[in-house]
């Protein structure tokens, strides 16, 4: 069996997981992928429930099962919570427990969608990309970290260091996924300030002898966040540290439309994938039924590639998202406060791509 957890999380992250575990059940029936479900808690639920945004119980249980599968983590609730034991370190935990190191965003735009871009339909013609985000190293993890009054005045720092090796691993998943792609990956730096980037240049270049088939182009962070505005289709896969793929990947998120369409996945070198959508818990619109979806779906799609090698079914669950965008489906984050465009909810969205997957 193949054992999935489910950490579906705050706000519309258990709305949005019970959509896409649906989505699971009905395509590991379809093309026998022998799944096992179960569920933990992790973000704001988790410290109100177990004193902790993710506790060692869960960690252990990620640690055997095949993939796992996460909504959204926090809330109002937990926002004035000593920083510690916030609802996010669940999330840097678990990626950081299960050796996550790369953070795959897709970013494309659906042809039925192309008007909910803030760019004009032109420039989001044929967008296509894939950030690769490095996501345990960093100035994110690097120490020494934290805030100190000295002689009367407050300061703070933070350290942003990677080693050779963390480097080189991150750059060869980002080749391989360009190899099944155009062949192009764009290594995404500063080094022109930062002897971190001048590091990676370095290496990024050594890895590269062994992917002759890509073309590699550097381009500086800050002309590549011009550049995705003026220029996304130009974009095949990004390779970039914590920070950069932090920033650039909610921008190439923005460009596609909604935060409701973008899922991830993270992977690592332990074997256990972590699956989710790229946006947050939305407290705003939580529990009401319409959250969109499709994000997590898709999410699912990237789990049954990575983790159980199962393209076949991934393609139909992406095919059935276009399908029911194509009928002219729509949830509420995706019109645009168009008046005239009928929206339907969470739950309705999920069984409508069910219908059209069986
Ligand atoms: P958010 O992504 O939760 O919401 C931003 C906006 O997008 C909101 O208006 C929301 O209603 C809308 N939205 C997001 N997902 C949607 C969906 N599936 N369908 C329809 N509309 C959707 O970001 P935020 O408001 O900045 O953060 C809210 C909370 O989520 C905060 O506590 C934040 O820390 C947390 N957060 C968690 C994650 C994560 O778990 N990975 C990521 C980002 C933010």
């Not at 069996?1 to 699971?24: C, F, H, K």
């Not at 096992?36 to 973000?43: H, K, M, N, R």
């Not at 920083?83 to 795959?104: H, M, S």
């Not at 970013?107 to 339909?121: C, H, N, Q």
Request: overall charge negative.
């Amino acid at each position: 069996m193949n054992r999935i957890l489910l950490l579906p999380g705050d706000g519309i992250g258990p709305e949005v997981v019970r959509e896409a575990r649906a989505v699971l059940e009905l395509v590991s029936r379809r093309f026998d992928l022998k799944l096992e479900f179960e569920e933990a808690l992790i973000g704001g639920s988790a410290i109100d429930a177990e004193e902790t945004p993710l506790s060692d119980a869960t960690v252990a249980r990620a640690r055997e099962c095949q993939a796992v599968l996460l909504g959204a983590v926090g809330g109002p609730k937990w926002d004035d919570m000593p920083v510690d034991i916030r609802p996010e370190k669940g999330l840097l935990r678990i990626r950081k427990e299960l050796g996550l190191f790369a953070n795959l965003r897709p970013a494309s735009v659906f042809p039925a969608l192309a008007a909910a871009s803030s760019l004009r339909p032109e420039i989001v013609d044929g967008i296509d990309l894939l950030v690769v985000r490095e996501l345990t190293g960093g100035i994110y993890f690097g120490e020494p970290r934290g805030r100190a009054t000295v002689e009367g005045t407050r300061e703070a720092r933070n350290t942003m260091v990677y080693d050779e090796h963390e480097v080189a691993r991150i750059t060869r998943v980002a080749f391989e996924a360009a190899q099944g792609r155009r062949q192009h990956l764009t290594h995404v730096h500063k080094a022109n300030v930062l002897d971190v980037s001048q590091l990676w240049m370095d290496v990024v270049e050594e890895v590269a002898r062994d992917f002759p088939d890509v073309e590699l182009a550097h381009q500086l962070v800050d002309s590549c966040a011009m550049l995705l505005v003026r220029e996304p289709a130009r974009f095949d896969v990004i390779v970039t540290g914590n920070l950069f793929g932090d920033i650039l990947s909610d921008e190439a998120a923005m460009i596609t439309g909604s935060l409701g369409m973008l899922p991830s996945a993270s992977l690592g070198e332990g074997g256990v994938g972590l699956f989710e959508p790229v946006h947050g818990s939305a407290p705003d619109i939580a529990g009401q039924d319409v959250a969109n979806p499709l994000a997590t779906i898709l999410s699912v799609a990237m789990l049954c590639e990575h983790s159980l090698g199962a393209s076949e079914a991934a393609r139909a669950i992406e095919a059935a998202v276009t399908g029911v965008l194509e009928d002219g489906h729509r949830t509420g984050d995706l019109v645009l406060g168009d008046e005239n465009v009928e929206t339907i909810g969470c739950t309705e969205m999920g069984e409508r791509v069910r219908e059209k997957l069986s």
